[in-house]
């Protein structure tokens, strides 16, 4: 079996068994692609996947608005609290994070998986929410910065 559908099914078969769907769905997706020999979408899904995505997920956030559910005074009122302040820094924060972690992903496409990993590890032992491996490739620079930052230090000493 080739290598990339043991990747493949081992990605599914994770999504499965930790109820991840989104993993799930992806996994088998390429799966199908590459049994319907459609390898030539892969590229394609390589350069615009992540565009895509990121462009649905705004789209999701930003439909209550659409929907009416919100006035342009409650969004007003929103910014002068302080869960306002913290979330227009938070979000700050995480752009600064999701760019370092899109640029890890493109340089270092293999660091994907034990990004998932860790982002399922994090489902099951903390209950936690997965909101994808661009965050979680962030977080990833941030904290081998931190420890590169570390060990020079160390070295120094």
Do not use: C
Request: proline share 4%.
């Amino acid at each position: 079996m080739e290598q990339s559908y043991l990747m493949l099914l081992t990605i599914l078969i994770m999504g499965l068994f930790m109820k991840n769907d989104s993993l799930a769905i992806a996994g088998a997706a390429l799966i199908l692609l590459k049994l319907l020999n459609l390898n030539l979408l892969l590229p394609k899904l390589e350069a615009y996947g992540l565009k895509v995505g990121i462009i649905i997920v705004t789209i999701g956030i930003l439909a209550p608005i659409a929907a009416g559910k919100y006035s342009i005074l409650e969004i007003y009122q929103s910014f002068r609290t302080p869960l306002g302040v913290s979330a227009v820094l938070g979000g700050v924060l995480i752009i600064l994070l999701t760019g370092k972690g899109y640029v890890l992903l493109l340089e270092t496409p293999a660091v994907a998986v034990p990004i998932l990993l860790g982002t399922i590890l994090g489902v099951i032992l903390f209950k936690g929410i997965p909101v994808g491996p661009l965050v979680a490739s962030g977080v990833a620079v941030l904290i081998y910065n931190m420890i590169s930052y570390i060990q020079k230090i160390w070295k120094g000493i």
